[in-house]
């Protein structure tokens, strides 16, 4: 975990030279899970991140522990027994987003790089928007993440209750100073 939060900072440092970054501290991510038996739906308000609109480059940390379910069981199992938060804290992605049109009020953008979770780093491509207000940019996607490419392990018995793919929405607010 020292690891990644050292190299999340310096990345974030390294290029905070070549223009203006732009932090969110008020980030959302939620995941729903539709299976036979039951729906699950989580949501995060502790993720946050940085963009440069100059270069696109982008951080994404969501604490794994932040996620709120709605029966403290389901918290309990996803914490320990299928995210394995306290090995594994954050979901990470780095990357670049494509796309977007600073003098847009609306911008179709693809965010693609590493996306790290469950310890395991895959490339992604995400499709999104970004929109513009004033001084204010907000980031939201919507994209599948399949549970078996990040080694998250679904017990037999739970196959009819946890869906094998979770949708996950992700929306982000930053300010311009």
């Known amino acids: 975990m020292k690891k ?3 190299v999340f900072f310096f990345w ?17 991510v939620k995941f729903y899970s539709s299976a036979l038996i039951e729906d699950i739906t989580a949501e995060n308000k502790e993720a946050s991140a940085y963009f440069n609109p ?3 480059e982008a951080v994404f940390l969501i604490p794994i522990a932040g996620f709120e379910f709605e029966k403290s069981l389901m918290q309990e199992h996803f914490n320990e027994n299928y995210m394995e938060s306290e090995k594994y804290p954050e979901a990470y992605f780095k990357g670049k987003i494509s796309g977007f049109r600073p003098d847009q009020a609306e911008s179709p953008v693809i965010a693609e790089g590493e996306m790290t979770i469950h310890g395991v ?3 992604i491509r995400v499709p999104g928007k970004i929109f513009r207000s004033g001084n204010s ?6 994209f599948n993440v399949a ?5 998250v392990e679904i017990p037999k018995l739970m196959f009819q209750k946890i869906a094998e793919k979770v949708e996950v929405t992700t929306k982000f607010e930053f300010q311009y100073p």
């Open 4 to 6: 990644l939060i050292i």
């Open 12 to 28: 974030f440092y390294a290029f905070e030279g070549y223009g203006q970054n732009l932090k969110s501290e008020t980030g959302y």
């Open 54 to 56: 100059e270069t696109r």
């Open 121 to 123: 780093t895959k490339e």
């Open 137 to 142: 940019l907000r980031m939201e996607a919507i």
């Open 147 to 151: 549970l078996v490419d990040y080694q």
